[in-house]
């Protein structure tokens, strides 16, 4: 199995930034592809980002395309989120997965086997 733990979030100002990190330890010979999703209370689980672990081909959610930015440190088995020009409605629990495909459906939960717990960004306007 793969564990997942995020760090990073936390209040901001609107048009601030934040660093979301998500380390992975466990079997993760076994994923090809992380994501960070995104929920807010009374809200669908929404995709944001998605990476491929070994090329580094990176897929973004136009909400949040132009503002954040997945990527991955392969020497240590963690993947980012760089958040920039954040919105109130950017406002969530943010969770990593793993995925043991490389797939179209990349924006689909239901493609990710492994999730972290959750990290909280709130927003302020």
């Known amino acids: 199995q793969v564990q997942l733990v995020e760090s990073g979030g936390g209040l901001v100002q609107a048009g601030g930034s934040l660093r979301l990190s998500c380390a992975a330890s466990?079997?993760?010979?076994?994923?090809?592809?992380m994501g960070w999703f995104r929920q807010a209370p009374g809200k669908e689980r929404e995709f944001v980002a998605a990476?491929?672990?070994?090329?580094?081909?990176?897929y973004h959610a136009d909400s949040v395309k132009g503002r954040f930015t997945i990527s991955r440190d392969k020497a240590k088995n963690t993947v980012y989120l760089f958040m920039n020009s954040l919105k109130p409605e950017d406002t969530a629990a943010y969770y990593c997965?793993?995925?043991?495909?490389?797939?179209?459906?990349?924006?689909?939960?239901?493609?990710?086997?492994?999730w972290g717990q959750g990290t909280q960004v709130r927003v302020s306007s």
């Open positions: 466990g079997r993760t010979f076994s994923s090809k592809s």
């Open positions: 997965a793993a995925s043991p495909y490389v797939s179209n459906w990349f924006m689909k939960p239901d493609l990710y086997e492994y």
């Open positions: 990476i491929t672990w070994s090329g580094g081909m990176t």
